[in-house]
Structures are given as structure tokens and as C-alpha cells.
């Protein structure tokens, strides 16, 4: 039986950063908090809390790219963010393209009558989700 792997995937943003749990068992994600962040530093006690709460096998980062695939300034960031998740939790961060999660996320979040509270972790789970098809 393959072994089941926890992770968090996370919406990267200058002022939110939306947070999912997932596991590779069912390849499904839940969405779960959205940290404040100032300048794209995220808030790190809160952060610390849900890594040793969850304890994750590895981290998930969305990347935004052009519709074009070509990288912007928030492409950058996002890779810095990156570098700083490896360098404090010590675990595998994998990054994910995230176009349009957002976009997917406001239209689910339209369908079911939801306001916009809560949409960055959800587009958190839509990456994760999508990053853990690939594992397939």
C-alpha cells in the first residue's frame, strides 16, 4: 500500500496567502485559512502554527505566469517566497502554474452563492488539487 503524504498548498500573494491541506491518497485539498501578509512577507507565527499542526510532507506553491507563460514581477516574488519556505521548514516545496486559480475559485465561489471571503484559500486547494493530478 503506497504511503499517504500530507501537504499544504499556498496561494501566494502580496497581501493574502491562501492556505489548503491535501493528501495524496484521495489527490483532494480543503481549504483551510488566509494569512494576512504585508508586502508579500507572510504572517510567520500563523504560519508556523498550521505547518505543526498539519506537519506536511512537502509544500506547494502557486506560481503566476502570464497567460502567455511568460514570468512577471509576481513570478519573482513568488519564487523568493519559495526560497523562504525551504530555508524555514526545511521540507520539499513544490511550485505549481496557477493561472487563472483565482478566476476558477470566484466562479465556484459564485456558483454556490458564497461572498468573496475565503476565496484565496480555496484557490489554495484548486492548486493543490491540480498538483496532485500530476502526481498520477
Do not use: N
Not at 18 to 30: D, N
Not at 50 to 55: S, V
Not at 111 to 128: F, K, P, Q
Amino acid at each position: 500500500m503506497p504511503k499517504v503524504l500530507s501537504y499544504l498548498g499556498l496561494d501566494y500573494g502580496t497581501r493574502r496567502i491562501g492556505v489548503a491541506q491535501g493528501q495524496s491518497l484521495l489527490r483532494t485539498a480543503t481549504p483551510l485559512a488566509t494569512l494576512s501578509a504585508r508586502d508579500g512577507i507572510p504572517d510567520w507565527k500563523a504560519l508556523d502554527a498550521l505547518i505543526a499542526t498539519w506537519q506536511p510532507s512537502a509544500l506547494v506553491v502557486g506560481v503566476p505566469l502570464h497567460l502567455d507563460g511568460q514570468a512577471s514581477e509576481m513570478t519573482t516574488r513568488a519564487q523568493k517566497f519559495v526560497r523562504r519556505l525551504q530555508a524555514r521548514y526545511h521540507v520539499p516545496v513544490h511550485t505549481v502554474d496557477e493561472r487563472l486559480t483565482s478566476e476558477e475559485a470566484q466562479w465556484q465561489r459564485d456558483e454556490r452563492g458564497c461572498s468573496r471571503a475565503g476565496l484565496d484559500a480555496e484557490a489554495a486547494a484548486i492548486l493543490l488539487e491540480s498538483y496532485l493530478r500530476e502526481l498520477a
